[in-house]
């Protein structure tokens, strides 16, 4: 064998090939050349095989991770996962954002999860669900981010037309909205496989003006509850709030509140007491119109809720118009309140409460004393204060720079507050000021909830302004002349 042809190197033969098309060279270097390919090929699969067995290896110690609720791990698993592999499935990057959720890394996993359920297309439905539901759970949703859970909603239906989760979360979303027959729709579709959701379908019902129908699904949710509350061994709240609903929708009020009684004290859960206030609320407010003369009946629920949540507002305001009421019984009401004014610890909330029902009568002389006995006890409440700025410009005898001065003070801490802003209005229109009055008073009628008192104080300033057309268009928006209602 030629001695040179050996000592060439594998290049130098490759390229001696090709330059000489030498057939013999090649049947020499074949041997060698198979050897070659034989072992890129064997090295290939080896770096693709271990690549794809190290990716599932990740896969399952994320998925392991998640499940025991080791988050960093998982997150470094899924991390892992996306760097072997060159195009991420959204199912890694949708639990790797599960985790940035779980540390709280909102910027991280709204990221992710925008990318994988865009507003304007379907996306990756579990990414559409989790930013739907995460919209819904906080308890002051904006109207804005409602319309956002709503579009995630629907197209993940887009994608899973028979997906329980998103009919029942849509259909409680709805439920909150008031839009009754999108409720129902969606509601109506999981309620076989979900029977708590007959709570949420009672309501529906009761807005649709079915009674029928409302007291059906209601009494299908309470036996429902019933049973789960009997089979539960942890005493789970959450299901008897949903009996005590359930009843109360059936106007089984006092059923209601034994179950709520019964699990306060089994576990003494707070959750039971505001909802146990809620329940006599509105129990009190059922009587009064269906029995006003069960004066005797509301007092007792009152304090029945009362002593769940003696600090409820809504209660002792309840209180205080049964002991100013006319008839049977209010003797007894006007002895609870006595009581609790003179124990002292409820003194100021039920001042208050007596200030607003005797403003609402037209006595604001009375209201003007029990503010001035409720500010003195809490000078820190800002709605105290308020309302006594305006019954001290609006009352008898009124001391119109006092008034100024206690509502200059709360504006300063809360300059954008319409009542507030009304009330200096309403004082600066007493003082003979109709142009500071005007700016005031425009700004508040534009977000007040009752606007006829603040129509009322524009016609008198347009009065004085000499503005005769204006002034009849205010007039006729107000309707009446009385003063704003208590707050």
């Known amino acids: ?51 794809a067995r190290a990716e599932a290896a990740c896969v399952e110690a994320g998925r392991q991770a998640q499940t025991a609720g080791r988050y960093r791990r998982a997150e470094l698993a899924y991390q892992s996962v996306l760097h072997l592999t060159r195009e991420a499935g959204p199912e890694h990057l949708y639990k790797l954002a599960q985790c940035y959720s779980h540390f709280g890394r909102r910027v991280e996993t709204v990221a992710i999860l925008s990318a994988l359920a865009p507003l ?24 804005q981010a409602l319309r956002v859970a709503e579009n995630h909603l629907l197209r993940l239906l887009k994608l899973q037309p028979q997906n329980l989760d998103a009919h029942q ?32 379908l009672a309501l529906t019902y ?13 009494s299908r949710a309470a036996k429902y509850f019933s049973t789960q509350a009997g089979q539960s061994v942890t005493n789970d709240t959450a299901i008897r709030l949903n009996w005590a609903d359930a009843l109360a929708l059936m106007n089984d009020f006092g059923g209601a509140a034994n179950v709520l009684e019964t699990g306060l ?28 003369a069960g ?11 009362l002593e769940a949540t003696p600090e409820s507002l809504d209660l002792l305001r309840e209180l205080a118009l049964l002991s100013g009421a006319q008839g049977e019984g209010t003797e007894a009401a006007r002895a609870q309140v006595k ?68 509502v200059e003070a709360l504006l300063k801490q809360q300059p954008a507050n319409p009542f507030y802003r009304d009330t200096r209005g309403q004082i ?25 008192a603040t129509h009322a104080a524009l016609a008198q300033v347009y009065a004085q302004l000499g503005l005769p057309e204006m002034v009849a268009e205010h007039r006729r928006r107000a309707g009446t002349n009385a003063p704003p209602a208590a707050r």
Not at 13 to 39: E, H, K, M, S
Not at 206 to 218: E, F, M, Q, V
Request: charged letters at 15%.
């Open 1 to 51: 064998m030629n001695e040179d042809l050996l000592e060439q190197t594998w290049g130098e033969v490759i390229w001696d090939w090709v330059d000489t098309r030498n057939y013999w060279l090649l049947l020499f270097t074949l041997p060698a050349l198979l050897g070659c390919v034989g072992v890129g090929v064997f090295a290939f699969y080896q770096l693709s095989w271990s690549s």
């Open 120 to 143: 304007d297309k379907s996306g990756y439905w579990p990414a559409h669900l989790f930013l739907a539901q995460a919209l819904l759970i906080s308890p002051d949703v904006s109207p």
């Open 169 to 200: 979360t849509l259909g409680q979303l709805y439920v909150s909205l008031g839009q009754w027959e999108d409720a129902r729709k969606h509601l109506s579709a999981v309620v076989s496989a979900r029977p708590e959701v007959a709570l949420h």
């Open 206 to 218: 009761r807005g649709l003006d079915d009674a029928s129908a409302a007291r059906t699904w209601a």
């Open 265 to 292: 004290k089994r576990s003494g859960d707070p959750a039971y007491r505001p909802a146990l206030g809620r329940l006599c609320l509105g129990w009190a407010s059922t009587l009064a119109r269906e029995q006003p």
């Open 295 to 305: 004066v005797a009946q509301r007092l007792q629920v009152i304090q029945r809720g």
């Open 339 to 406: 009581q609790l004014l003179a124990d002292g610890r409820h003194a100021p909330l039920l001042q208050f409460c007596l200030g607003g029902v005797a403003w609402q009568a037209g006595d604001l002389a009375q209201a003007r004393v029990h503010y001035e006995a409720a500010l003195a006890a809490a000078p820190t409440v800002p709605d105290v204060a308020n309302n006594l700025a305006t019954v001290l410009a609006l009352g008898p005898n009124p001391d119109l720079p006092r008034a100024l001065t206690l």
């Open 428 to 452: 600066l229109l007493r003082q003979g000021k109709p142009e500071a009055a005007l700016l005031e008073l425009e700004y508040a009628l534009s977000q007040l909830p009752d606007k006829a």
